[in-house]
Structure formats: structure tokens, C-alpha cells
T-cell receptor, first 113, second 114 residues
Framework: AQSVTQLGSHVSVSEGALVLLRCNYSSSVPPYLFWYVQYPNKGLQLLLKYTSAATLVKGINGFEAEFKKSETSFHLTKPSAHMSDAAEYFCAVSDSSASKIIFGSGTRLSIRP | EADIYQTPRYLVIGTGKKITLECSQTMGHDKMYWYQQDPGMELHLIHYSYGVNSTEKGDLSSESTVSRIRTEHFPLTLESARPSHTSQYLC?????????????FGPGTRLTVL
């Protein structure tokens, strides 16, 4: 069975600082990995996804994530945080047997002025 | 922004009432999903559909039922609401048949059962 673990339910950074949201996965087969963002009172929106092509994946709003098989990680980063990045971020892994996506518990990102 | 809608956005209701949470999408997607999300917890898939007249139960057992009579509509029904059903319910759809498909989410319905 596949699973994903997000380290840290809440991350707070200063505006302009590096954003790093951690995600580790467990999968017995090559995974497909996703990051979704949920802004207040909005539905989840896809930030980026890894589908076995390039290991460094660039997404919207300046975010990127790197797939590291040796570390079973898919951490999300952004060089310089903006106030509008405040949201909840979900890492997810696909279930190859039934075309379902399994979500992590989410990390709430706060940005300090 | 994705064209997927959920109503109501918020619902407070008494125990024993029957409720239907509506979900509609205008993108013509075949695949639709219902997730349950408690605060600070991961999303749990409770139902999904691959097309009209197709419904399946997800990973998390739920007392709710769903129907898919039309492509664009995927309502979720609770015959008799209980406080344990208090949660946020998210509807999503996707357009492809592969495991890398992007899922498009509605804004969610926050349900409180008193």
C-alpha cells in the first residue's frame, strides 16, 4: 500500500525567506507524486506533479519539488515566500492499482511580514 | 479556476435528518470523487465514479451513498445524519483515465451535525 507523510503540520516563515515543506512517501512501485494547495475557503488546486520524467518539477507560483528516490522524498520549495503563499499544502501519491490519489495530512504555511 | 461547484458551502443540521450534498462540474469529466477531510487530517476517499451509472466505495468506510445519473452531477446523501458525520466533504473530478491525472476540487461543504 502507498502512503505519504508530511513532516510538520504548521510551518511559519518570514516574507522573502525560503519555503521548505517536507513530504516522504512509501510505495512498492514507482510512485507518481503531487503537491496540492488549498487557499482559505477554496478547493484544492494542483501545484505540480511528478510523473517519472525529470526529477525536478516546476509548478505554479514559483514552487518546485525534487523527487529523490534514495530518500523517498518529494519536498516542496520556493526561494522567496510571499504573503499570498499562506495556505495549506497537501502532498499526495497515486495508487497505481485503482487510479486513486492518497493524500497526506497537510501542512499549514504561515507567512510573517 | 476549475468549474466544479459544491452546495451548500456550510450546513448545520440536527441528528436524524436526511441530507444531500450537491456536486456539479461543467468540464465534462468522466471521473468524480468524494473526499472527507477532518481538521488537520488527510483527505480520505469515500466514493468515486468512473462515469454514468458507475459508483464505487473508497478507502474510508462511509454511511453515505452516491449516485451518478448524469456526467456532470455526483450528489452525496446521508439518510440519517449523526454527529460523527461532522466533517468537511470535498468533491473532485478528473478528465483522464490515468493515475497521473490532475484532480480538480470544489470548495467543499462543511457539515455540522448537532
Amino acid at each position: 500500500a502507498q502512503s505519504v507523510t508530511q513532516l510538520g503540520s504548521h510551518v511559519s516563515v518570514s516574507e522573502g525567506a525560503l519555503v521548505l515543506l517536507r513530504c516522504n512517501y512509501s510505495s512498492s512501485v514507482p510512485p507518481y507524486l503531487f503537491w496540492y494547495v488549498q487557499y482559505p475557503n477554496k478547493g484544492l488546486q494542483l501545484l505540480l506533479k511528478y510523473t517519472s520524467a525529470a526529477t525536478l518539477v516546476k509548478g505554479i507560483n514559483g514552487f518546485e519539488a525534487e523527487f529523490k528516490k534514495s530518500e523517498t522524498s518529494f519536498h516542496l520549495t520556493k526561494p522567496s515566500a510571499h504573503m499570498s503563499d499562506a495556505a495549506e499544502y497537501f502532498c499526495a501519491v497515486s495508487d497505481s492499482s485503482a487510479s486513486k490519489i492518497i493524500f497526506g495530512s497537510g501542512t499549514r504555511l504561515s507567512i510573517r511580514p | 479556476e476549475a468549474d466544479i461547484y459544491q452546495t451548500p458551502r456550510y450546513l448545520v443540521i440536527g441528528t436524524g435528518k436526511k441530507i444531500t450534498l450537491e456536486c456539479s462540474q461543467t468540464m465534462g469529466h468522466d471521473k468524480m470523487y468524494w473526499y472527507q477531510q477532518d481538521p488537520g487530517m488527510e483527505l480520505h476517499l469515500i466514493h468515486y465514479s468512473y462515469g454514468v451509472n458507475s459508483t464505487e466505495k473508497g478507502d474510508l468506510s462511509s454511511e453515505s451513498t452516491v449516485s451518478r445519473i448524469r456526467t456532470e452531477h455526483f450528489p452525496l446523501t446521508l439518510e440519517s445524519a449523526r454527529p460523527s458525520h461532522t466533517s468537511q466533504y470535498l468533491c473532485a473530478s478528473s478528465d483522464g483515465g490515468g493515475i497521473t491525472d490532475t484532480q480538480y476540487f470544489g470548495p467543499g461543504t462543511r457539515l455540522t451535525v448537532l
